[in-house]
Structures are given as structure tokens and as C-alpha cells.
Nanobody, 124 residues
Framework: QVQLVESGGGLVQAGGSLRLSCAASQRILSSYTVAWFRQPPGEAREFVGTITYTGGTTDYSDSVKGRFIISRDNAKNTVALQMNTLKPEDTAVYYC?????????????????WGPGTQVTVSS
């Protein structure tokens, strides 16, 4: 059983940056494709981006493309979400999710392991 934990959330002004981190309980995250999702208040959970287990390919939703960057450090067993030029509409609970050896997809039901989430609030 893999346990994931997000960190790095908080309150930031519009135009600012935050860096979220996803850490795994076991030193095997390098075998997992990881995705980030978010759930704005009162809305459904939505896809943010993914990174393959090799780290060679990333994909992003149109709403964050060009502003967010996903990277991984397999030696440190972490995946990061660098969020730049934040907007109030980026306010949400952000979740990391993982699937073993799996194809990077945008569907939350494809991911087997989830963190508890971290709150990001962007003020205008």
C-alpha cells in the first residue's frame, strides 16, 4: 500500500507562486505515474497534470498550461507541482495521485493511490 502526502499549500496573492510536493511512504515512487488533480470549492475534482514514471513526459490541462510545471526527483521519492502566475480561480484543494507503471491519463478513476490533499488559496 502506497501512502501519498501533499505539502506546500497555503495562501498567496494573485500573480504569485507556490510549489507543492507529493511524497510517498515507500521508496518506490519511481515506478508510479503521478497526476495532480484539484477540487475548487463547490465544484467537481478536475485534472491538472501528469508525469510519467520515467519523468520523460508531462501533460497539462489547458487552464494551467504554461503556468504550472510538474517534475519528479526519484532519488528523493517526490513529485513537485510548481505553480506560477497564480489566479484566484486556481483556488482549490490539490491532490496527488499515483498508479503503478500506468499510462498517464486525465481520468481520476485510473489512479489507485491518493493523498489527503492540500489547500491552495489565491487572493485577488
Amino acid at each position: 500500500q502506497v501512502q501519498l502526502v501533499e505539502s506546500g499549500g497555503g495562501l498567496v496573492q494573485a500573480g504569485g507562486s507556490l510549489r507543492l510536493s507529493c511524497a510517498a511512504s515507500q521508496r518506490i515512487l519511481s515506478s508510479y505515474t503521478v497526476a495532480w488533480f484539484r477540487q475548487p470549492p463547490g465544484e467537481a475534482r478536475e485534472f491538472v497534470g501528469t508525469i510519467t514514471y520515467t519523468g520523460g513526459t508531462t501533460d497539462y490541462s489547458d487552464s494551467v498550461k504554461g503556468r504550472f510545471i510538474i517534475s519528479r526527483d526519484n532519488a528523493k521519492n517526490t513529485v513537485a507541482l510548481q505553480m506560477n502566475t497564480l489566479k484566484p480561480e486556481d483556488t482549490a484543494v490539490y491532490y496527488c495521485a499515483a498508479r503503478l507503471w500506468g499510462k498517464a491519463t486525465k481520468a481520476d478513476y485510473d489512479y489507485d493511490y491518493w493523498g489527503p490533499g492540500t489547500q491552495v488559496t489565491v487572493s485577488s
